[in-house]
């Protein structure tokens, strides 16, 4: 028991020495040599068009939900005029990027982590070394650069949809105008609440594609291999989301 | 030399290829014969000694030799290791776009070199087919058709017949011999299968437990007294 505990131990901190040595290796690449601009525009197409509907729908009922359980609360303390400030705050700063970036991680990240693993397997990435292409180029550097990119405009995209759940379950409950529900949600809103929490999306986009990137690329052989890379970018870029978001509201704690 | 774990996969291997050359490393599974391969090509680095290849030391390379060299080789790997999300037409192109001297050329020369290489291995239809819709044999025939397109003067194959009914693994033995003609590439061919050894060598070296065993043209090999190399002649 303890042995494997030891093991664990062990590969957990050779895993950060390889994805430290893995971003290296991506800056390294990021400007040498000709851009894949067209894999480029492939994968922002894969990670953010093919991920709207999914965003769609859960930012619509992210928004719906939130307002929902909030509203008897507040209409208790007589505060209820504060919803639509409350709801718009709570997911632009923490839940939409959090939860998003989740489902982000789970739907493109599985897919780069599998797709890397199953190239590895094959010796499709071997067959692209020995014809004198870098694969880090096309492969990783085309993958992580979409998905930084591609996170933060799904964000604000989620964020607008779960702004109108949020509206439409306020709507239920009585006649409230857009107008008045606009107002009253950037009351109280400032830009310095908005600027750290997209600043951050751009983060947990770069990771989830480094993390998912190095779990496919150096994924073991056989299936058993490309269905453990997958589970573990899942994972791995799960975690490091909720720490770099711990991280973030420390600094913005900080700045204010 | 090469070492896994401690154990000792490639133990002095020394040898030469000569220009125009078919030469057959044979040697039962696991012998170290792609991990040979692999250091020819630099997507391993053995543990001690050296490798030329066209005059270079391979080891020490910088990363624009290494492009250069391996744009002179050829890979055919066990399954192909076709794109998978690319159809075959893509597959072909994908090389050719990316070196420095064929992605001048329009994309129409490109497309009639992929034609060209794609024929000459027998599959002028599988142009815009997806690699998920070949048989085994094809997929080898795409794979040998795309390591074509950047004209090689090295092929290497590994396992060409491996995994393949004995009716296409003749084809294949058959068309190594026709790229040779065609092109006038060496090759170094991995196998366990004598048939392909017999068949496509000039000269045969056998491998056992990492090292040569054995040298010599097959009908040379077949009539050693060794009793390693006779375990492979008399399966």
Redesign the interface.
């Known amino acids: 028991m303890k042995s494997l505990l030891l093991q664990d131990i062990q590969h957990f901190f050779l895993d950060v020495a390889g994805v430290t040595r893995f971003t290296g290796l991506f800056f390294r690449n990021l400007f040498k040599g000709?851009f894949e601009f067209r894999e480029f525009i492939n994968q922002c197409y894969r990670a953010g068009y093919q991920s709207l509907l999914l965003i769609t729908v859960t930012a619509i009922i992210l928004g719906l939900v939130l307002t929902i359980q909030i509203h008897p609360i507040l209409l208790d303390l007589g505060a209820d005029i504060l919803l639509p400030n409350i709801v718009f705050i709570s997911v632009v700063t923490e839940l939409g990027p959090v939860i998003i970036a989740l489902l982000f991680a789970g739907k493109v990240g599985s897919g780069i982590g599998a797709?890397l693993s199953?190239?590895r397997v094959?010796?499709?990435i071997?067959?692209?070394?020995?014809?004198?292409?870098n694969p880090i180029k096309f492969l990783v550097v085309t993958r992580v650069l979409a998905t930084t990119l591609t996170l933060p405009l799904l964000v604000i995209y989620g964020n607008l949809m779960a702004y109108l759940g949020s509206y439409a379950g306020l709507s239920a409950y009585g006649n409230i105008s857009f107008q008045l529900f606009y107002n009253r949600a950037f009351d109280r809103f400032y830009f310095s609440d908005l600027l750290p929490a997209t600043i951050k999306t751009v983060f947990f986009g770069f990771f989830i594609g480094i993390i998912c990137c190095y779990m496919g690329y150096y994924s073991d052989k056989g299936t058993e291999g490309v269905g453990r890379s997958a589970n573990a970018a899942v994972v791995a870029s799960s975690l490091v989301i909720f720490l770099l978001d711990l991280i973030t509201v420390q600094i913005t704690d900080l700045i204010r | 030399m090469k070492t896994f774990e401690g154990k000792k996969v490639i133990d002095g291997v020394s040898f030469s290829l000569f220009e125009g050359e078919n030469l057959v490393l044979l040697g039962k599974s696991g012998t170290g014969k792609s991990v040979i391969m692999k250091c020819i090509v630099r997507l391993m680095e053995p543990d001690s000694g050296s490798i030329e290849v066209f005059g270079k030391d391979i080891g020490h390379c910088r990363d624009h030799e290494l492009a250069e060299i391996r744009s002179r080789i050829g890979y055919l790997f066990q399954e192909g290791a076709l794109y998978d999300s690319m159809s075959i037409k893509e597959n072909l192109l994908f090389p050719a776009r990316r070196n420095n001297g064929l992605r001048k050329l329009p994309e129409k020369k490109l497309y009639e070199l992929a034609e060209k290489n794609l024929t000459s291995v027998g599959l002028e239809d599988a142009m815009d087919k997806m690699p998920s819709e070949l048989s085994g044999g094809m997929k080898k025939r795409a794979g040998l058709a795309r390591s074509l397109m950047l004209s090689p003067e090295l092929i290497i194959y590994d396992e060409p017949t491996t995994g393949l009914d004995p009716f296409t693994s003749v084809a294949i033995n058959n068309l190594i011999m026709q790229i040779r003609a065609l092109y006038n590439t060496s090759a170094i061919i991995i196998t366990h299968d004598i048939k392909c050894a017999e068949v496509t060598g000039d000269r045969l070296l056998v491998l056992n437990n990492g090292k040569i065993i054995a040298e010599g043209s097959f009908a040379e090999v077949k009539e050693m007294n060794n009793e390693e190399v006779q375990l492979f002649f008399n399966q």
């Open positions: 000709r797709e199953s190239m094959t010796d499709q071997d067959a692209m070394e020995v014809s004198a292409t």
